[in-house]
């Protein structure tokens, strides 16, 4: 097996800045990720990609330097699981640079078995027209938040961020340009004690559009906390930094009514079905979600929809320069139909993430 691998700028539509990086007072125009391709003797071909993020200590630099203690020759599309089982142990964490090892050896053995993704995983087919993604807002002016919110006119869901010291200012722009459309809030642990959290989500739930709240609380506060905070939401809990991975399902079913999965945080495909799997039978609720990703992550994770809820897949439409055609977001509807494979040909019948 060969590997590549190499650094790519997501070039965002609208600066983009969520609770912590307004905490920080920074945000972001351009979003670096990082795609690796495998190729094996026989030439097949498998593409990944990690997209780090800060917010767990990961960056571009972090994913090359574990890519390139990878030994290329102990990975094959032929045994994914032996392979990812000897990457996985090559160091802790580093799971964006997993993510991305674990997607590319996937989409080889699943193109190689002429399957889509969903059906090599044994998740059936991907259903047209069922899957709707929420379209992100993320924290600016007033202004502008409006602003963002009316070019996402065709976009029937919307997810806000919060956890600013504007929060009310910006949730009356974006309510203002969205009248009649359900709105989903993140406050990315902006509020910081179970009281500020509990103050803002009763405010929240008597405006009537709002669907959940996400994080609205720091992970590392007492589960005693959370657990106070659900038994008086009156709008449904989702955790993001709270649910990192399977494991941490049965203290999340303490904590929140779902949790929302996202392949970077996980290490992959694997071990996002298996994050998703886990949370379902502790009975929450599950939402797929993303960083600021191209097609070819957001492709990968489509492939799950059947194990979620909700869905906040929207990274390669927040962007300006995506260099793949994978999965279409159709008005928010999640659609395979026409995609292209990254050599830039149409494919007749999907195979691997594409």
């Not at 609770?19 to 593409?47: C, H, M, N, W």
């Not at 029937?156 to 910006?170: E, F, I, T």
């Not at 930094?241 to 904590?255: F, G, I």
């Not at 055609?325 to 292209?340: I, M």
Request: with cysteine; proline share 5%.
């Amino acid at each position: 097996m060969q590997m590549r691998f190499r650094r790519f700028d997501l070039a965002l539509k609208h600066h983009w800045a969520i609770a912590t990086d307004v905490a920080g007072g920074g945000g972001k125009s351009v979003y670096p990720v990082v795609f690796v391709e495998l190729t094996d003797a026989q030439g097949r071909i498998g593409i990944g990609e990690a997209s780090p993020s800060s917010q767990y200590r990961e960056s571009h630099e972090t994913v090359a330097a574990f890519l390139a203690t990878v030994d290329p020759s102990r990975l094959s599309f032929d045994d994914v699981e032996g392979s990812m089982a000897y990457v996985e142990g090559l160091a802790p964490g580093r799971y964006p640079a997993k993510c991305a090892l674990n997607i590319a050896l996937l989409d080889g053995a699943a193109r190689h078995a002429g399957l889509p993704l969903c059906e090599f995983l044994g998740l059936g087919a991907f259903v047209e027209g069922r899957h709707l993604s929420s379209f992100t807002i993320g924290i600016d002016t007033p202004e502008m938040m409006a602003r963002k919110t009316t070019e996402a006119a065709g976009y029937p869901v919307l997810k806000m961020k919060l956890g600013s010291p504007n929060d009310r200012a910006n949730f009356a722009a974006v309510r203002g340009a969205a009248p009649g459309r359900r709105i989903r809030v993140d406050a990315n642990a902006g509020w910081k004690t179970k009281e500020e959290a509990l103050k803002n989500i009763e405010w929240l739930a008597a405006d009537g559009a709002v669907e959940f709240v996400e994080q609205p609380m720091p992970p590392e506060l007492p589960t005693a906390d959370w657990a106070w905070l659900k038994e008086r939401s009156p709008l449904p809990l989702i955790g993001d930094e709270l649910y990192q991975h399977h494991s941490d399902a049965e203290r999340c079913a303490q904590c929140v009514h779902g949790v929302n999965v996202k392949l970077v945080k996980t290490g992959g495909v694997s071990r996002g079905k298996q994050a998703l799997e886990a949370a379902r039978a502790q009975g929450l609720q599950t939402m797929l979600g993303c960083m600021i990703e191209s097609s070819v992550l957001i492709s990968a994770a489509a492939h799950l929809a059947a194990l979620t809820d909700y869905l906040d897949l929207d990274g390669n439409v927040l962007i300006t320069n995506d260099p793949c055609r994978g999965v279409r977001n159709v008005g928010g509807l999640l659609s395979f139909n026409g995609v292209e494979d990254p050599t830039g040909l149409r494919v007749s019948r999907p195979a691997g993430i594409w």
